[in-house]
């Protein structure tokens, strides 16, 4: 299998091919949640600036991984201008969230968690590349890619007191819809399929979206979909807002259980602005 490390699909052997919820899926997926929590612990009781230079070097990880991609295809002779520009909903995190961590913006906070965080984790439940090895590089740099992308807001709200806030939704969807209609010409010039307006992932629920409904139909339950993993999402700290302190109880737990621990300095100002 490490021989075929680098080669494209179409060069490796059908035997050693991959499929959805293998024991080799199985396994990286237990490998990145394993990750998430040893960093969250690792750095719960940092300072805040530690805290925010981990989500800064983070957030340049992406990047860096999706111009390895690039060099990849390139390497196999596979780039096309139509599949592999970093345009997709989740490629574009390795843009925001670099200037996120930077200008700790609010908004761009909130886009982290509402659509870096549900697709990224869809991604790696059913990932686009499902059929390579997991010891290969461009099923490792998805996982690693979308696993970042998980983290960092999973990070902001179990280390740094960030609270998403549903009010600030509408904005963060105004974006999303912004950036697809941008990817409309963008598709039309290079024939290509960015944000998946064109035809579905293969090995995501949007294909059965679309043996059920067709094309382009199959983006409005897809958006249905988003709706349901957003209301899953955003309900905990709904509810836990509304939920009054209790030392002892379940109640009292769920708070705590969505509040980091804070360092003494850390006690006088929130680690993100509310």
Not at 120 to 145: E, G, N
Not at 204 to 223: C, D, H, K, N
Request: a positive charge; proline letters at 8%.
């Amino acid at each position: 299998m490490p021989g075929y490390f680098f080669t494209y699909i179409d060069g490796i052997p059908e035997e050693m091919k991959n499929r959805l919820f293998s024991v080799q899926h199985l396994l990286a997926l237990a490998m990145v949640i394993a990750a998430w929590v040893m960093v969250i612990i690792l750095f719960r009781d940092k300072t805040l600036d530690s805290k925010w230079k981990a989500v800064t070097c983070m957030s340049f990880l992406p990047p860096l991984l999706e111009i390895a991609q690039m060099l990849w295809y390139k390497s196999v002779g596979e780039f096309s201008w139509s599949y592999t520009l970093p345009l997709h909903l989740c490629s574009l995190m390795a843009v925001i969230l670099p200037v996120m961590a930077i200008t700790r913006n609010r908004l761009l906070q909130e886009y982290s968690f509402a659509i870096g965080l549900a697709p990224a984790l869809m991604t790696l439940i059913t990932p686009d590349v499902y059929y390579y090895p997991a010891l290969s590089f461009i099923y490792i740099q998805t996982m690693l890619v979308h696993g970042i992308i998980c983290l960092i807001p999973l990070f902001m709200v179990f280390c740094m007191g960030f609270r998403p806030d549903i009010r600030r939704l509408p904005k963060v969807i105004a974006i999303l819809v912004g950036l697809a209609a941008a990817m409309v010409p963008v598709n039309k010039l290079t024939g290509g399929n960015y944000f998946f307006l064109s035809y579905p992932a293969p090995g995501s629920p949007m294909e059965a979206f679309a043996q059920a409904v067709g094309s382009p139909w199959y983006l409005i339950p897809t958006f249905l979909l988003g709706c349901v993993l957003w209301a899953g999402s955003y309900l905990p700290f709904i509810i836990s807002s509304h939920i009054p302190e209790r030392k002892y109880g379940l109640k009292g737990n769920l708070r705590k259980a969505l509040r980091p621990k804070a360092s003494e300095a850390e006690t006088k100002e929130s680690a993100l602005q509310r």
